[in-house]
Structures are given as C-alpha cells and as structure tokens.
C-alpha cells in the first residue's frame, strides 16, 4: 500500500478556488490509480475525480465537471485537485484514494489519507 498525506484545504467564499495536493510515499506511486472523494457531514462518501495510472483516463462526478480538476506528477509522486468556482454544497472532507484498479467506489480503494477540509462560506 501507499501512505498518503492531503494538505490545501480551507475556508474560501462561494466563487473562489482552491488546489488540494496529496503527497504519497513509496515508489510504486506510479503504478495506482488516483482518486479524490469527498464526505459532507451526514451524507456518504462519493468520489469527486479519477485519474488512470497513466493519467491518460479521468472521470468527474457531474456535479464537478467544468469546475474541477484532477491532474499527477508522477515524478513528485503527487496528485492534486484543481477546484475552481467553488459553492457551499462543495463543502465536505476530501479525501485522497489509491487503487489497483480502476473504480469509482470506495470499496476499492485500499488506501487512504487523513483528508483535508474544504469549507465554502456564501
């Protein structure tokens, strides 16, 4: 497995941006594929942003298209999330995710970060 370690996140008004970053150890980063989740309070954990191994693949919620973005630097062993036009309902804990397999659920996503909390003020 790999450890992972989330940092960016915050207090930001509606409209604004922030870019979260997940550092992981080890040296087989290269070879999982990425994801960000994210966990309101009350509601269950949904998956925000995929990125295939390669980064030659994404997926996006619908509900981010357009506004998020998921990217990796396989050298610096790091995935981030570009979001942009941020809105109260994006509020949450994000979460990053590493899995051999390409998967939207949580279920298979063996490993896992501490997550970061995004607050977006209206």
């Known amino acids: 497995q790999v450890q992972l370690v989330e940092s960016g996140g915050g207090l930001v008004q509606a409209g604004g941006s922030l870019r979260l970053s997940c550092a992981a150890s080890?040296?087989?980063?290269?070879?999982?594929?990425m994801a960000w989740f994210r966990q309101a309070p009350g509601k269950e954990r949904e998956i925000v942003a995929r990125?295939?191994?390669?980064?030659?693949?994404?997926y996006y919620v619908d509900s981010t298209k357009g506004r998020f973005t998921i990217s990796r630097d396989n050298a610096k062993n790091t995935v981030y999330l570009q979001m942009n036009s941020l809105q109260p309902e994006d509020t949450a804990v994000y979460y990053c995710?590493?899995?051999?397999?390409?998967?939207?659920?949580?279920?298979?996503?063996?490993?896992w970060g501490q997550g970061t909390r995004v607050t977006v003020s209206s």
């Open positions: 990125m295939s191994a390669s980064g030659g693949s994404t």
């Open positions: 995710a590493a899995s051999n397999v390409l998967a939207t659920s949580p279920r298979r996503y063996a490993s």
């Open positions: 080890g040296r087989t980063f290269s070879s999982y594929h």
